[in-house]
């Protein structure tokens, strides 16, 4: 099973940037798809990006699509997501997650620590 770790959060300015890490341990991330999401207070838990590790498949939140990006490191079996123009609103708990590369496939139902990022005005 593929244990996962995020970190790269903290307090940034609004226009600011951030970039999260996801790493694994365990196991490597081939044939799984790595997804971050995020949970703002009081709201739902959100899908924000995923990549697909094999292929290199990327899929984003349409609103988010520009700002965000992730990426692989396959020497460092950690995905990344880097923030930038980040916004009050993307202030939240960030966690990642796995599922199997594959159509129809659900995501793990168990989530880390995650880490958190704080945007302010």
């Known amino acids: 099973q593929v244990q996962l770790v995020e970190s790269g959060g903290g307090l940034v300015q609004a226009g600011g940037s951030l970039r999260l890490s996801c790493a694994a341990s365990?196991?490597?991330?081939?044939?799984?798809?790595v997804g971050w999401f995020r949970q703002a207070p009081g709201k739902e838990r959100e899908f924000v990006a995923a990549?697909?590790?094999?292929?290199?498949?990327?899929y984003y939140a349409g609103s988010l699509k520009g700002r965000f990006t992730i990426s692989r490191d396959n020497a460092k079996n950690t995905v990344y997501l880097q923030m930038n123009s980040l916004k009050e609103e993307d202030t939240a708990v960030y966690y990642c997650?796995?599922?199997?590369?594959?159509?129809?496939?659900?995501?793990?139902?168990?989530w880390g620590q995650g880490t958190q990022v704080t945007v302010s005005s």
């Open positions: 997650n796995t599922r199997p590369d594959r159509d129809g496939s659900n995501w793990n139902f168990s």
């Open positions: 365990g196991r490597t991330f081939s044939s799984y798809r």
């Open positions: 990549i697909s590790w094999s292929r290199a498949v990327t």
